[in-house]
């Protein structure tokens, strides 16, 4: 029982978690049909840039976005994101809010 204990404490005192880069993930899409085959993702970020982004394939052929945010500065941005298919037609456009960075804890508490 001591030795868990000793081997537990090591693996929580040297294992150090390691931040991961923050992805723009959408949820995985079927191809099947020839209308649903994606070309590409465009993202038009904070109403100024706009980013093309290829999908991801998994080995069942569907596709999804995963898009590196690591590129982007911490603070609050918004994402219009519009899938396009093979004739060159564009989903219907998708506004996404978020924040980027890591949470800081919150100031001004007292005990009382």
Same mark, same amino acid.
């Given at each position: ?19 991961? /880069?923050? !992805? =723009?993930?959408?949820?995985?899409? /079927? ?25 991801? !394939?998994?080995?069942? $052929?569907?596709?999804? =976005?995963?898009? /590196? =945010?690591?590129?982007?500065?911490? $603070?609050?941005?918004? !994402?219009?994101?519009v899938s396009?298919?093979l004739y ?7 506004? !996404? /809010? =978020?924040?980027? $960075? ?5 100031? $001004?508490?007292?005990?009382?």
């Amino acid at each position: 029982m001591k030795r868990l204990i000793l081997i537990l404490l090591v693996l929580v005192i040297y294992i150090e978690p390691s931040p991961a /880069d923050p !992805f =723009l993930v959408s949820d995985w899409m /079927d191809q099947d049909l020839p209308y649903q085959k994606l070309l590409h993702f465009e993202l038009t970020i904070n109403d100024a840039d706009i980013y093309q982004s290829i999908p991801e !394939f998994n080995t069942e $052929g569907k596709a999804r =976005l995963h898009f /590196d =945010l690591k590129l982007f500065p911490d $603070g609050e941005h918004h !994402f219009d994101i519009v899938s396009v298919n093979l004739y060159n037609k564009k989903s219907v456009v998708v506004p !996404f /809010d =978020l924040v980027i $960075g890591i949470p800081q804890p919150p100031t $001004g508490l007292q005990v009382e």
